[in-house]
C-alpha cells in the first residue's frame, strides 16, 4: 500500500496535541490591525480546540501527526 499525503495547507494551519485535540489559531489577525481596538487583538491571541466531527475531518488530511 503506497503511503499517504499530507495535506500542506492543513499542516501548517492545525497543530495535533499529545491527547490527539486539534488547535487552530483563530481568525483576524494578519493584517488591518490598525483599525482594530487592543481587546480584539489581545482575544484573537488564543488557540480554538476544534470540535470533534471537524476534528476527526481534518486528522484524515494529517495521517502521519
Known amino acids: 500500500m503506497p503511503k499517504l499525503k499530507t495535506h500542506k ?3 501548517a494551519r ?3 496535541t499529545g491527547r490527539g ?3 487552530a489559531m483563530r481568525s483576524g489577525k494578519r493584517h488591518l490591525n490598525y ?3 487592543g481587546t480584539t487583538i ?3 491571541r ?3 480546540i476544534i470540535a470533534e466531527p471537524e476534528a ?3 486528522k484524515k488530511l494529517l495521517p502521519y501527526e
Do not use: A, P
Open 14 to 16: 492545525v497543530k495535533v
Open 46 to 48: 488564543t488557540d480554538l
Open 9 to 11: 495547507g492543513t499542516k
Open 42 to 44: 489581545r482575544q484573537g
Open 21 to 23: 485535540k486539534v488547535k
Open 35 to 37: 483599525k482594530k481596538s
Open 56 to 58: 476527526k475531518r481534518i
